[in-house]
Nanobody, 127 residues
Framework: AVYLRESGGGSVQSGGSLRLSCAVSGYDWRSYCLGWFRQVPGKMREGVAA???????NYADSVKGRFAISLDPAKDTLLLEMNSLKPEDTAMYYCAADNEPGARWIATGGNPSLGYWGHGTQVTISS
């Protein structure tokens, strides 16, 4: 199994920045694609960014140029740097691991019944 624990959420004003962290552990986790997803109550889950095990990175169009996904191998931590935040970025953010190729995985919004998921961290952006 792979275990994921998010941290770093919070409340900031529009235009601000936040960095989310996801501590990753478990068997062979480096062979998985790692990704960030977000969801607002009553709306579909949205893929945000994915980092394939071969280093390929994919982003949702809505966050391109503002968000950056990376892996800190020394700390076994997946990061999501979020800049120029907008009120529409407000959501619960989840870290996940799956064998799905990153581009397709974030395009479909992921499936919490497949792969491994963290419990989420709330991000709130005020205007």
């Amino acid at each position: 199994a792979v275990y994921l624990r998010e941290s770093g959420g919070g409340s900031v004003q529009s235009g601000g920045s936040l960095r989310l962290s996801c501590a990753v552990s478990g068997y062979d986790w480096r062979s998985y694609c790692l990704g960030w997803f977000r969801q607002v109550p009553g709306k579909m889950r949205e893929g945000v960014a994915a980092l394939d095990h071969d280093g390929e990175i994919n982003y949702a169009d809505s966050v391109k140029g503002r968000f950056a996904i990376s892996l800190d191998p020394a700390k076994d931590t997946l990061l999501l740097e979020m800049n120029s935040l907008k009120p529409e970025d407000t959501a619960m953010y989840y870290c996940a691991a799956d064998n799905e190729p990153g581009a397709r995985w974030i395009a479909t919004g992921g499936n919490p019944s497949l792969g491994y998921w963290g419990h989420g961290t709330q991000v709130t952006i005020s205007s």
